[in-house]
Every structure is written in C-alpha cells, then in structure tokens.
C-alpha cells in the first residue's frame, strides 16, 4: 500500500491556479479630443502583447513581445490629398485658387507651385482664363521645392497647391510624402487626359492618393453641351503642347469624335500638298 501511494504522488500532477490570459495587443494612444484614451484589438491569432504607449512626447511607438522590441516613427499630423481635373477651359486653375484662397482667408499657410514650362502668363504667377493671378513657385520637378522654399519655412506650411500638374513626373512621390509623412494638404489641378484621351503624366496615377477627386467639365464649343475631351486644332502631334484657345478647344463626345475625323482629313490634305510641293520643286 504505501509503494502504491508513493507511485501515485509521482503520477499525480499538482495544478496551480491558472492565471487570466494577458489582453491582445493592446495599444494605448493618448489624446486629448477623444475621451477613450486606449484600443484593443483583438483577434484569435494574435500572440499575447504587452502593452504598447505612444506618448505625444516620444517620437516612437514602442512595441514589446517576448523580449523583441519594435520601434515605429509614426506621421507628425495627417495630410490630405484633393485632385481636380477635367479637360482644358474647365475652371481647374480657376477651383483651385478659389480654394487656396479660401484655405489662406482660414488662417493657414499656403504655397502655390506651377511647372516652368508654361509661360504663358509669366513665371511668377498662376493666371486664369478670366485673369485671376495669384503668385506662386514655377519649378521644373517638385522634388526641388522644400529646399528652394526653405526646410523651416516649409516645415511651417499647411497647404500646398500645384497646377498643371501633369508635367510634373515626380508628382505621385512628392504628393504621397507630402501628405502621409509631412502632413500638409495638398490641392492639385491638371488634366487627366491629353488630346487623343490617353493618360497625361502621372495625374492620374495620384487618384489611389486622394481624399478627394473632382472631375470638372466645360462647355462644347460647337453644340454648348457638357464637354469632357479636349480638340487639338492645330497639326502638332507632341503629347506636349503648350497653348490656348488658338490650339485647343474643349468638346463633348459627338464632336471629338468628327472633329477628329475632320482633323485626321485635313492633314492628309496638307501632306499631301507638302509632297507635290517638294515634287515640283
């Protein structure tokens, strides 16, 4: 009997109160317009995390997990990105400096950027149709701009309009770091499409970017219908051509479509008669 006894003290596990499992992943975020200071997620696959605080005061959030420590950088503040496009004769440099300066009346820094490549109206200056002006930054790539502008004047800007922005190839990097990593809004206007309708620089490529995008529309200047298309009147085939009503026109589908026909014709015409030109001579 006492060999048994002794052989089931062996075989017989002692248990000890089995303490409550550790909350998952537990963030804490202090803030001051939320009242809840703290969110927990949970899911059934997450391993048990301690806590992890972020403090206004520390630039890092800080993670720890069986001895593994994590530290992540996270965004000063939280940008914004807004496109508006449509085709030429719109109103897009006409809404985007309605809202520059809505944003300017509001209290808040702003900055206006053009590309050097339209001179038009001058380098100093975004000009509208109608001869709005505002002065802005005529630059050949956005990328330059934090340093000519000035790192700690730039630091302290809030908003950031850019127009015609489809020559500007460094537009999705300069935008994306702008908004998620520095935290300005940014305003950009252009067109989405060039004259045979085919994506125009990178303009589009910033739409998966944007809080918001506003598609604007003219008028057909051959019926007065709605118009989404630009025509290019003139013989020029560069996808970029700097000009305006002398070169362009805006145009609603029917008409794009004939005057393009009509266009496709008149240069066959003026081929044609180059080439019993150069024959003759």
């Known amino acids: 009997m006492f060999a048994v006894s002794v052989m089931k003290c062996f075989l017989t596990p002692t248990f000890s109160a089995i303490p409550k499992p550790t909350p998952l992943a537990l963030f804490s975020f202090a803030s001051k317009s939320h009242p809840c200071n703290s969110t927990t997620f949970r899911h059934p696959s997450f391993l048990p995390l301690k806590s992890a605080i972020f403090s206004p005061k520390s630039a890092f959030l800080s993670i720890q997990n069986r001895g593994m420590h994590v530290e992540v950088a996270p965004p000063s503040s939280t940008g914004e990105i807004h496109v508006i496009v449509g085709p030429m004769f719109s109103g897009k440099t006409t809404s985007l400096l309605r809202r520059i300066q809505s944003e300017s009346s509001n209290g808040r820094s702003v900055a206006l950027i053009k590309s050097n490549k339209d001179t038009r109206y001058g380098l100093d200056a975004i000009v509208t149709h109608d001869g709005v002006k505002l002065p802005c930054w005529a630059l050949a790539d956005l990328s330059s701009f934090r340093q000519k502008f000035g790192p700690d004047a730039y630091d302290q800007l809030d908003v950031i309009g850019i127009d015609e922005a489809q020559f500007f190839e460094d537009l999705y990097d300069f935008c994306r770091v702008a908004a998620d990593r520095d935290g300005k809004?940014?305003?950009?206007?252009?067109?989405?499409?060039?004259?045979?309708?085919?994506?125009?620089?990178?303009?589009?490529?910033?739409?998966?970017?944007?809080?918001?995008?506003?598609?604007?529309?003219?008028?057909?200047?051959?019926?007065?219908?709605?118009?989404?298309?630009?025509?290019?009147?003139?013989?020029?085939?560069?996808?970029?051509?700097?000009?305006?009503?002398?070169?362009?026109?805006?145009?609603?589908?029917?008409?794009?479509?004939?005057?393009?026909?009509?266009?496709?014709?008149?240069?066959?015409?003026?081929?044609?008669?180059?080439?019993?030109?150069?024959s003759l001579a």
Do not use: N, W
């Open 185 to 278: 809004t940014v305003i950009v206007a252009g067109l989405d499409g060039d004259y045979l309708r085919r994506s125009f620089g990178s303009v589009l490529d910033i739409i998966p970017l944007a809080d918001s995008v506003t598609k604007l529309t003219a008028r057909c200047e051959l019926c007065q219908k709605r118009a989404f298309f630009t025509l290019r009147k003139t013989e020029e085939k560069q996808t970029e051509l700097i000009g305006g009503a002398d070169v362009y026109m805006p145009v609603c589908r029917q008409h794009y479509v004939s005057g393009q026909v009509v266009i496709e014709a008149a240069r066959t015409v003026l081929e044609s008669r180059k080439d019993d030109c150069v």
